[in-house]
């Protein structure tokens, strides 16, 4: 098992910024890629960044440009720097971590609890 533990939420206004961490624990070898997904109320998970333990990145749309992801390896951790944070950002935000093998077959996700991240307008 793999513990994902979150934390830096809060309530910004509009244009203000916020930094996610979450430290991973546990079976550490059973996970290379981390990653951030947020759920807004009525809508779906979906996902915002993710990064593998090589450092390659991917983001979805609505946030290229304005949201960093990184990871320290030596402290299996990842964070999620939010700059520019409007009021669509609002959601829970939901560390994530599961093993990518290079034919794209991936394990079942580890998740965090969750943090809430409030953006007022």
């Known amino acids: 098992q793999v513990q994902l533990v979150e934390s830096g939420g809060g309530l910004v206004q509009a244009g203000g910024s916020l930094r996610l961490s979450c430290a991973a624990s546990?079976?550490?070898?059973?996970?290379?890629?981390m990653g951030w997904y947020r759920q807004a109320p009525g809508k779906q998970r979906e996902l915002v960044a993710r990064?593998?333990?090589?450092?390659?990145?991917n983001y979805a749309d609505s946030v290229k440009g304005r949201f960093t992801i990184s990871r320290d390896n030596a402290k299996n951790t990842v964070y999620l720097r939010m700059n520019s944070l409007r009021p669509e950002d609002t959601a829970v935000y939901y560390c994530?971590?599961?093993?990518?093998?290079?034919?794209?077959?991936?394990?079942?996700?580890?998740w965090g609890q969750g943090t809430q991240v409030t953006v007022s307008s």
């Open positions: 994530a971590a599961f093993y990518e093998y290079m034919s794209g077959i991936r394990s079942s996700n580890y």
């Open positions: 546990g079976r550490i070898f059973s996970i290379n890629v």
């Open positions: 990064i593998t333990d090589g450092g390659m990145t």
